[in-house]
């Protein structure tokens, strides 16, 4: 019979040990805060390209009681609509992707590219404003529609609103390039470093009047148009930088949509499906880094230890204290404050007699004067309507009252939306402390929405994992890709 060596008995115990040890010492810990899109993807990319036992856990803290972030929803008469972040492009590709692989439902636009009533307000009258009719018959749609192109057309010129698609159109193939391969595409360690590599980087030195004008647009486009669709999408006036006034010309376009139930449900599934550990209602207040971990304090009394921190939140008006202390840019948030609205809009207040002469997206020219930036109707119901009001400042019920003849029910809601775009932009570093502390909404400066912050946090994904292996270079060979979404993208263009 033959009897155990217990020299060789205790080595492979002491391997096996050594091995767990080993484990559980490359295993690293991650703390997001902020579980809006931004930081539910960047726990979605983290689990997607890590190789095995690099990343251990993922907390992801909220201070609220819902996650989404900036992606909300309202309930008014039993109809929930979209409260902040509302519209997603056709070539939103990390989106489309969420809403296919976690199988939610596309919400279509309401009305077809053409079909949409426009009405340009000057506090006065309209200055422009399509024509409608009340009949639904295809034909007479269609007639109309050819009449107000030629409308448009007459009153900005043909070639002025070519050279703006066009000018869109290069803005977007540009942004493009963020979903090529990952073997084409470099992990980046700054915005500036983003842009340039996209040949975005230019277009955040200028204002989008001066781009416009460059461009060859007609003062009058500029002036109307493109200050509405501004407006509407950022709160803005042409001297917002031109990369953000891109982005927000190109969410006026066709083929917009949205999630089915609320645009929240992409972060919701993105946090479900990336084994992370959520804590809701905690908010927290001060990160340390303390040897080789941050030690995160919540205003619940609570401490957390992580080896690697992501901040997925607006700094600018935080109040997280930083042990040591971090530097950044001075940023303005931009407040939005969305108005809704069930009842029916005054006819008088606009200088008209009848509520069908009203269009059903009001847009409003630059002017201090101007109480809203846009009036919208969201639903039409039996007897009155929803609607949907932007403005820079609080609406007052005083105001409202003039507004509407009729006001059954009002949701009042002030957004941080956005920064206050002004260039040339200056931007946040990625790493805020040289170690293992990130920050996703460095990428806002360049511009803001769903699809942008989705686009940051991955590409922080990579950043986390690439200095992890000590190997930040252009193609990161070390990611794990053969369950990513990159394929997938490259294959929709």
Request: glycine share 8%; net charge negative; charged share 15%.
């Amino acid at each position: 019979m033959n009897k155990h060596n217990p020299q060789i008995t205790a080595l492979v115990i002491c391997c096996i040990l050594l091995s767990l040890h080993s484990l559980h010492a490359h295993s690293h810990s991650v703390c997001i805060i902020g579980s809006g899109i931004g930081g539910a993807s960047v726990a979605h990319f983290l689990r997607r390209y890590s190789p095995p036992q690099t990343i251990g856990q993922i907390a992801i803290f909220e201070r609220n009681g819902v996650v989404g972030g900036r992606t909300a929803t309202v309930t008014i008469a039993g109809e929930t609509f979209e409260a902040g972040a509302s519209i997603l492009h056709p070539k939103n590709y990390h989106a489309l992707n969420y809403t296919k692989n976690f199988n939610l439902s596309v919400r279509d636009p309401k009305h077809d590219d053409d079909s949409l009533s426009l009405g340009i307000w000057n506090g006065h009258g309209f200055v422009y404003k399509t024509l409608n009719s009340n009949s639904k018959l295809p034909i007479v749609q269609r007639l109309l529609s050819i009449a107000n192109s030629i409308r448009m057309m007459l009153r900005y010129g043909v070639f002025s609103l070519l050279r703006m698609n066009n000018f869109v159109e290069v803005t977007v193939n540009k942004f493009l390039r963020y979903y090529e391969a990952l073997e084409s595409r470099p992990v980046f360690d700054s915005v500036e470093g983003m842009l340039k590599w996209a040949g975005l980087y230019n277009l955040t030195t200028r204002t989008l009047g001066e781009e416009l004008v460059e461009v060859g647009l007609s003062p009058l486009l500029i002036q109307e148009l493109a200050t509405v669709i501004t407006r509407i999408n950022y709160g803005q006036s042409m001297n917002i930088s031109g990369l953000a006034g891109g982005v927000s010309l190109a969410g006026s376009g066709g083929g917009l949509w949205s999630v089915e139930g609320g645009n929240w449900q992409m972060a919701a599934a993105l946090i479900n499906h990336s084994d992370v550990e959520l804590h809701l209602h905690e908010e927290i207040e001060s990160i340390s880094y303390v040897g080789d971990v941050y030690e995160l304090n919540s205003t619940t009394g609570k401490s957390h230890n992580c080896q690697i921190t992501v901040v997925a939140t607006p700094l600018d008006e935080s109040n997280i204290l930083f042990h040591p202390e971090i530097s950044i840019p001075p940023r303005k948030l931009q407040h939005t404050h969305a108005t809704f609205v069930r009842g029916l809009l005054n006819p008088a207040y606009f200088g008209l007699n009848v509520l069908l002469d009203i269009p059903e997206l009001v847009g409003t020219i630059e002017s201090a004067d101007l109480p809203f930036t846009s009036i919208s109707i969201l639903k039409q119901h039996k007897n009155d309507m929803t609607y949907k009001i932007f403005s820079r400042q609080p609406m007052a019920d005083t105001l409202l009252d003039d507004i509407f003849s009729v006001r059954v029910e009002t949701i009042k809601i002030n957004w941080a939306a956005y920064p206050h775009y002004e260039a040339p932009e200056r931007y946040a570093p990625f790493i805020l402390d040289g170690n293992h502390l990130y920050y996703i909404n460095a990428f806002e400066n360049a511009a803001s929405t769903m699809e942008t912050s989705a686009v940051a946090a991955e590409n922080i994904a990579r950043l986390i994992l690439s200095r992890l292996s000590g190997q930040l270079d252009t193609t990161s060979p070390n990611l794990k890709t053969s369950t990513s979404d990159s394929s997938e993208l490259h294959s929709e263009l």
